[in-house]
């Protein structure tokens, strides 16, 4: 298993652009989330799901949209990114049953 | 809203040290709670957890312990290596409401 993948490692945008962030995982989980790290703050909720075609927002979901199309994918979409998203962005899963998260490696974004 | 609160870093050891991450929560409800990993540029990897009171996680010589009464979920480990060194996440997570909250992250230096 590859467990969760994350793409691009690192990006770098001008205000105003758009972008997708990709992740997926093939453990076949349900639950998928996406966090923001900064420095001082630990992570921040985005969004999340807790199964195909269900989405809902989590602690800091504005300037961002998500989808859920299958169980494997749950892109991050940035509408038209600004300074303030500069961030370490992580995507998560966990199984059925469970309360413990396994992470991606992490998208670095830098906003220009 | 449940809350995790952990004790600031950064903190530095000398090898064989005895380490204490402070963490304290607040929460509605019955939370499980978590400790998480994070190397340099890496995502982050979960250490220990412990699902209801007085349970004790471990792991690679970490331990901590649920306790209800005094809202805490303290990381120790008796003697610290060169490659603890890492940023320390303390979490909880409330799955009737799909809230998993993280605090703001230790690092730790240890010294040769």
């Known amino acids: 298993n590859a467990g969760v993948t994350q793409t691009p490692e690192f990006q770098v945008l001008k205000t105003g652009q758009s972008m997708t962030l990709r992740c997926a995982q093939d453990?076949?989980?349900?639950?998928m989330s996406w966090y923001r790290q900064d420095p001082g703050m630990g992570l921040r909720l985005i969004h999340y799901?807790?199964?195909?075609?269900?989405?809902d927002q989590g602690e800091v979901p504005n300037g961002y949209n998500v989808s859920r199309s299958t169980t494997e994918d749950f892109p991050l979409r940035l509408l038209s990114a600004a300074p303030s998203q500069t961030s370490v962005y992580f995507c998560a899963s966990s199984p059925p049953g469970a309360y413990e998260q396994y992470f991606g490696p992490g998208t670095r974004l830098t906003v220009t | 809203g449940n809350s995790v609160t952990q004790m600031e870093g950064p903190v530095t050891l000398s090898e064989e040290a005895f380490l204490t991450i402070n963490c304290t929560y607040t929460a509605t409800g019955y939370p499980s709670l978590f400790w998480y990993v994070q190397y340099p540029g890496e995502g982050l990897q979960l250490l220990l957890k412990?699902?209801?009171?007085?349970d004790k996680g471990s792991n690679k010589g970490f331990e901590a312990t649920y306790r209800k009464e005094t809202t805490s979920f303290h990381l120790e480990k008796g003697s610290v290596q060169v490659s603890d060194s890492a940023v320390y996440f303390c979490?909880?997570?409330?799955?009737?409401?799909?809230?998993?909250?993280f605090g703001a992250g230790t690092r730790l230096t240890v010294k040769p």
């Open positions: 453990m076949n989980h349900e639950y």
């Open positions: 979490a909880l997570s409330d799955r009737s409401n799909n809230d998993m909250r």
């Open positions: 412990a699902t209801k009171a007085d």
């Open positions: 799901s807790v199964g195909a075609g269900i989405t």
